[in-house]
């Protein structure tokens, strides 16, 4: 008998596995992020007041980005968009509501938006890790037909009750290589070298996984004969090695151009002060050059006399 899906009732009401691990993870996900914002001199507090902005725009853009490319299940009644209970959120949709949310937080109040999503980076994927169990619950998320009995276990496969068939278990293939993910992030945070670093490592790494994974499952989004979610990995693949190395560059290549803002600017401008010191100097040691001619001079006139003939001291 596989678990049923409804962990307990309240007042009449099912409360599911897959609402408790989620919520879990977000609860785990913001005792992390607080304690890196503390590490990097932030209120602890401003991870809360995000977490109030950020988790209604991510399920709204998880909601929403299910639906538009399931539009043809929703067009005539429209009034099932808001049925979430029923199934149909996309992690992809609530990266990007997170994202969206991300930026208007980091203009509210002021903070760096680099800084902001490299500090819930590792706590994101680490509630994609355990919210992915819920899949396992809902026997949901799961691959293609295994046939082969020497392969039907769990976790290379998985037994769905309602089909009465092996699938392999991608969803649990997901789950452990974003714990992977969690626990390089968590390893390289500490070695930061510029912030959006984190964030963008979260992307290239979570999407190399999720573009392979997304191949063997029986459940993607389609955009014509295209997996969305591949689509999709492979665009953010892509943008994220170009803006690491961009970003690298640009921080190499700082130095000798000059004349940037923040603190290569700072630096340029200790190298003119530093030149025009170096021109001060310059100029003194010929006034004093000069000074010390006129000396000798005034010397060699004292000795001779002012009509230039040798006087002798008595």
């Known amino acids: 008998m596989w678990p049923d899906p409804v962990a307990f009732e309240i007042f009449g009401r099912p409360v ?20 890196y914002a503390r590490r990097l001199k932030f209120d602890p507090e401003m991870i809360l007041d995000f977490a109030l902005l950020a988790i209604p725009f991510a399920i709204v853009g998880a909601r929403l980005y299910y639906v538009a490319f399931q539009w043809d299940i929703y067009k005539d009644n429209p009034i099932d968009i808001f049925k979430i209970w029923e199934g149909g959120l996309a992690i992809y949709g609530a990266v990007i509501g997170g994202i969206v949310a991300a930026m208007i937080f980091s203009r509210w109040r002021k903070v760096n938006f680099w800084d902001l999503v490299d500090i819930v980076s590792p706590s994101l994927i680490l509630g994609q890790a355990i919210g992915r169990w819920g899949n396992f619950f809902n026997q949901e998320a799961y691959g293609r037909l295994v046939t082969d009995k020497a392969w039907q276990w769990f976790p290379f496969a998985v037994y769905i009750e309602a089909k009465r068939e092996w699938h392999m278990a991608t969803f649990f293939y997901e789950s452990m290589w974003n714990l992977l993910v969690f626990i390089f992030l968590m390893y390289y945070r500490k070695r930061r070298k510029r912030p ?14 999720r573009i392979v994974i997304e191949g063997l499952r029986t459940d993607s989004l389609y955009w014509g004969p295209f997996r969305v979610s591949q689509l999709l990995a492979g665009l953010l693949i892509a943008f994220s090695i170009i803006m690491l190395v961009v970003r690298r560059k640009r921080v190499e290549l700082a130095p000798e151009q000059g004349a940037l803002s923040g603190g290569d600017g700072e630096l340029a401008q200790l190298d003119k002060n530093e030149e025009e010191h170096k021109e001060e100097g310059n100029h003194k040691e010929e006034g004093n050059k000069d000074i010390k001619e006129e000396d000798s001079l005034q010397d060699t006139k004292q000795e001779h006399g002012s009509d230039g003939s040798e006087t002798v001291n008595q």
């Open 196 to 209: 959006g670093d984190i964030f963008l490592l979260y992307l290239l790494l979570y999407s190399c996984g």
């Open 16 to 35: 599911y596995w897959y609402g408790i691990l989620i919520a879990t993870g977000v609860l785990i996900g913001i005792y992390l992020a607080m304690g």
